[in-house]
């Protein structure tokens, strides 16, 4: 269990050095260090405490079904922005209204079996969800390999963890092919692995780090790079998108998964947000948490719709 243990938190190690690897060879995006200098001063001694569902859009009842609800949310939990009225509020919510009108809705054999129709029926959609053919698959997946290798729970494979953020992220990433988030950069491997991390920090959120919430490196979690975090650091001056990405994204153009410009948003973005996080820890002396710094973040971001976000089609945000 010690090297299970090892391997897991070299998958975290993975996410901050190929991160910091692409910050230093970045031509699209430029990370400003006076200006995370700024944002740590202004929130070193004020960091704002948001809590996980100020929302309440999420389902919780303080046991297993909340781990399976969530699971499915993390699966499910990408690229919204191609239906102008779908956000992730109307996923969260919607999968919280179908649990709570069928508490078997979630079970791994139902969730192998679900259709496009299906899906939008249950989130009370009125037309095809984006990439719709793909959130099938992956329930298809969910389903499949819960029921083959966790006896079908969720709660399982978090028990299977032992209190271990990265073991549980290395294990999602190893048996769930749908949430393997990385991509290439000029030759070398870059991970983010946001999905299965944004699954660890849901737990540790939702049951306030007791139970299945209770882990013992939760402080091994990064940001979770999606669209939203790297518009809210360029909002702060601690971005810089070079005039012909600034371009693209003002001008709301599609940037391709896995081209430069977008896997730069992403690793640039996870490392400002780790620099931001190490400086307000050395000013305030305090223990300060990424998944804390994420949720503000992302709090910031959605109560400003105006900001312009880039836009890529792809599973893993």
């Not at 001694?45 to 999420?58: M, N, V």
């Not at 190893?174 to 999905?195: A, E, I, L, N």
């Not at 990424?290 to 949720?295: A, C, P, S």
């Amino acid at each position: 269990m010690a090297m299970a243990a090892a391997l897991a938190g070299m998958a975290m190690d993975e996410v901050r050095a190929s991160a910091a690897w692409v910050a230093a060879r970045s031509s699209h995006v430029t990370v400003d260090s006076e200006a995370i200098e700024r944002v740590a001063d202004n929130m070193h001694d004020k960091i704002p405490k948001i809590e996980w569902d100020f929302e309440g859009i999420h389902y919780f009842d303080d046991g297993p079904l909340t781990v399976q609800y969530l699971f499915v949310l993390d699966a499910l939990n990408f690229c919204f922005w191609p239906d102008k009225d779908l956000n992730y509020d109307d996923l969260a919510s919607g999968l919280k209204a179908a649990l709570e009108n069928d508490k078997s809705v979630f079970d791994a054999d139902r969730l192998q079996k679900y259709t496009g129709p299906e899906l939008r029926k249950l989130l009370n959609w009125p037309r095809p969800l984006p990439l719709e053919d793909e959130r099938v698959r992956l329930l298809h997946e969910v389903g499949y390999e819960l029921e083959r290798s966790f006896g079908g729970k969720a709660s399982n494979l978090v028990k299977s963890c032992e209190k271990s953020a990265s073991m549980l992220v290395a294990t999602i990433t190893s048996h769930f092919p749908g949430f393997r988030d990385h991509s290439v950069y000029k030759g070398h491997q870059v991970f983010f692995y946001k999905r299965a991390q944004i699954f660890a920090a849901d737990l540790f959120g939702a049951f306030k780090g007791q139970g299945y919430g209770d882990f013992h490196d939760i402080t091994s979690i990064t940001i979770f790079a999606d669209y939203i975090v790297p518009a809210v650091l360029r909002e702060l001056g601690v971005l810089i998108y070079h005039s012909k990405l600034a371009t693209m994204i003002d001008s709301e153009s599609e940037i391709a998964a896995g081209s430069e410009e977008e896997v730069e948003l992403r690793a640039c973005s996870i490392y400002a947000v780790e620099k931001m996080r190490d400086l307000i820890r050395l000013k305030s002396g305090k223990q300060v948490l990424t998944v804390e710094l994420d949720l503000w973040l992302w709090a910031y971001g959605v109560q400003r719709p105006s900001l312009q976000h880039h836009r890529t089609l792809s599973i893993y945000y």
